[in-house]
């Protein structure tokens, strides 16, 4: 599975309130009309500049915060291909990993729109734009399954049985 | 072997260590109005035929609803939770973390999974407890089961003797600055020490509560007699202690102590960027807001009442006071308290976690400086991206509502 697309450069510590904020996830009914308001405060243009497969390279502690998994889900609904940053929040990684948004632990260099490309199962990721290369370490097998068939919902769809047992 | 080690070991029959993969039964799977909706459409989409388990939702996190869409999406947990037997706690019951050991839903040893991330303060009881986003809750609810990676464990000991106007709250805020906002990311935190012995189960609540903002998967307090005594108020059935072994196995260990530990405040937009409030007083505050599953329990409001009794909050400074449940709002009402509250000035909500995320009752205008007890302060969390929100003890909030700015509540009872 490799994804390709440019890089979002992010800090460290970015919330899953700055992701969707609180007070617009409640006034907001469906995923669909909060697409609109993906980091509504941090890059209110976000929505409409993201294109398909394009990637976010952040710091530490990526999805710090609340256990909304609207979060990764609308991420991955406006079409970001894979999340890289230095480390996770541990529910916003669980999340990522249960809606099939790669949630990536490696240190990568990168500017804004540089040339990302992502080899899921080979633990290589390469900035095309500078030229370097960078590992990370592969998914244990569980959890790439997910990732390939898209999230849980998919592979219990295409499987008939949830992962995990 | 660390409490978190003993109960999932008790759970699956054979030790385990951390950093295996176990799927583990669960005692009990919630989640509430921001998170329920979204695990129902997953578990309608995975076909769900039978709810395993004991499964609770609570609508507490905008109740009652400010909006058409939050009025909407309570109605569907309510057409569910009757359609598939759930335990409904509706608008004005109390939000989650608070309400659902209140009724004695949750004891020491069980696994709890909470479909919401300060899941963890149920640790405070000697529970597993852990939060999860809403495909995992789901599949909880569905199979009675979760997979966990057994997390390693950092043991936290505070010693010694708190002054008389420094909380769990500044403990806590201590703790996190100390270790940082990802300090404990994907292990237990466990709190021991004198100083966690002789607190009340309600302060004891505040630590667990915000083990979260340094990243921890639970953190959890031995479940000793004080707890059990509080415990047998609520459920039926037996009750049993739990702690670490003498010779568990910590990844590190921290020590506080107690005596050195001042009325401590988070700057705005960082909870882990610590400062003792002494070193910031002065800034006008605009409005203080005591409540949420960190600072809206009944022991919070006794202690912002030792300074509100017979004073007045500054004019330019609102004061927005939500206990966290029924119980807390009724206690509030039968000690008097409640009067306390009105009299200095304060707007009392009814329960919900309303302004804490963002929802209602009680937002930050542009510019506006806030205090509040509540778990987080993320730019834009609590309304408009231009306030600026410190995160403090009821303490320091009533003082800081009292002065009409950031104070030091040692002031009033130093």
């Known amino acids: ?165 | 072997m660390t409490m978190v080690e003993k109960i999932i070991s008790s759970k699956i029959g054979r030790f385990v260590s951390p950093g295996e993969h176990v799927v583990v039964p669960v005692d009990l799977v919630y989640a509430h109005d921001g998170t329920a909706p979204l695990a129902i459409e997953v578990m309608e989409n995975l076909g769900l035929r039978e709810m395993k388990g004991r499964v609770v939702f609570t609508i507490d996190h905008a109740s009652p609803p400010p909006n058409v869409e939050s009025a909407s999406s309570q109605i569907r947990m309510r057409e569910f939770a009757s359609r598939w037997g759930v335990e409904l706690l509706d608008a004005g019951e109390g939000i989650c973390h608070q309400v659902i050991p209140e009724r004695g839903m949750v004891r020491p040893w069980d696994v709890v999974i909470g479909a919401d991330s300060h899941t963890v303060t149920l640790g405070a009881l000697g529970a597993l407890a852990t939060g999860v986003g809403s495909t995992d809750a789901a599949i909880a609810m569905m199979t009675g089961k979760i997979w966990l990676r057994v997390p390693e464990t950092i043991a936290l000991r505070i010693e010694g003797e708190l002054k008389s106007y420094v909380t769990a709250k500044d403990v806590i805020l201590e703790i996190i600055g100390e270790l940082g906002s990802d300090g404990a990311n994907y292990k237990a935190v466990e709190f021991l020490g004198s100083t966690v012995e002789s607190m009340s189960v309600d302060s004891r609540m505040v630590l667990a509560n915000m083990s979260v903002e340094m990243g921890a998967k639970a953190g959890l307090i031995p479940a000793d007699a004080k707890t059990i005594a509080w415990l047998k108020e609520r459920v039926s059935g037996e009750v049993r202690e739990i702690g670490p072994d003498n010779e568990a196995d910590y990844s590190s260990i921290h020590t506080f102590s107690a005596e050195e530990i001042k009325p401590n405040v988070s700057l705005p937009g960082k909870v882990d960027e610590v400062v003792p409030v002494e070193e910031v007083e002065g800034e006008d505050v605009q409005l203080v807001f005591m409540g949420s599953c960190s600072g809206g329990r009944f022991e919070d409001f006794m202690g912002a009442a030792r300074i509100m009794r017979g004073r007045r909050r500054k004019e330019s400074t609102r004061c927005v006071a939500i206990p966290a449940s029924k119980e807390v709002y009724m206690r509030l009402i039968d000690s008097g308290l409640i009067k306390v509250l009105l009299e200095f000035g304060c707007l009392i909500g009814p329960p919900t976690c309303g302004p804490c995320i963002g929802a209602h009752m009680g937002l930050a205008g542009p510019g506006e400086v806030v205090v509040s007890t509540s778990t987080r302060n993320f730019p834009g969390r609590m309304g408009s991206p231009d306030s600026r929100v410190y995160l403090a003890s009821p303490l320091t909030a009533a003082a800081s509502a009292a002065a009409g700015k950031l104070t030091d509540p040692g002031r009033f009872l130093g």
């Open chain 1, 1 to 165: 599975m490799r994804i390709c697309g440019r890089a979002w450069r992010l800090g460290d510590d970015v919330t899953t309130d700055h992701i969707i904020p609180g007070r617009l996830k409640y006034s907001v009914a469906s995923l669909e009309e909060m697409r609109r308001y993906v980091f509504h405060d941090l890059i209110p243009d976000f929505p409409e500049l993201v294109r398909p497969g394009d990637i976010i390279v952040a710091g530490r502690n990526f999805g710090y915060g609340s256990s909304r998994e609207h979060a990764a889900r609308l991420l991955r609904m406006v079409g970001v291909g894979a999340v890289v940053a230095s480390s996770f929040a541990r529910i916003f990684y669980r999340n990522a990993v249960n809606v099939g948004l790669p949630a990536i632990e490696a240190e990568v260099e990168a500017d804004q729109w540089d040339l990302i490309d992502v080899d899921l199962e080979g633990g290589v990721i390469e900035n095309r734009t500078r030229g370097s290369t960078f590992r990370f370490k592969p998914f244990p097998r569980e959890i790439l399954e997910i990732l390939e068939e898209g999230g849980v919902e998919e592979y219990f769809r295409r499987r008939g049985r949830l992962p995990w047992g």
